[in-house]
């Protein structure tokens, strides 16, 4: 079993900036972030290897970055330029090659 801590979310005015964080109880081939808004289906936001290999949602391109710290079994998504269509409750998501685990959400809001 793997456990996955996630934290940094919060609401945020258009074109603020927001640090997510999460942590996983063991060391992770693949950990990044989905997301869910109302009413649609859990989408990928973007992921990174252990080796480094990346993957981003075409829509946060260029405004968020994921990030990893191999030693401490975490992964961030450096959020920049948000807007109120990126509001959605955020995964932590963590592939072995083999299962896939999930952390609780947290919740990101981009609004006035």
């Known amino acids: 079993q793997v456990q996955l801590v996630e934290s940094g979310g919060g609401l945020v005015q258009p074109g603020g900036s927001l640090r997510l964080s999460c942590a996983a109880s063991r060391s992770i081939y693949r950990m990044g972030w989905y997301r869910q808004a109302p009413g649609k289906q859990r989408e990928l936001v973007a992921a990174?290897?252990?080796?480094?290999?990346?993957n981003y949602a075409d829509s946060v391109k260029g405004r968020f970055t994921i990030s990893r710290d191999n030693a401490k079994n975490t992964v961030y998504l450096q959020m920049n330029s948000l807007k109120p269509e990126d509001t959605a409750v955020y995964y932590c998501?963590?592939?072995?090659?083999?299962?896939?685990?999930w952390g609780q959400g947290t919740q990101v809001t981009v609004s006035w």
């Open positions: 998501n963590g592939w072995t090659g083999a299962h896939d685990y």
């Open positions: 990174l290897t252990d080796g480094g290999s990346t």
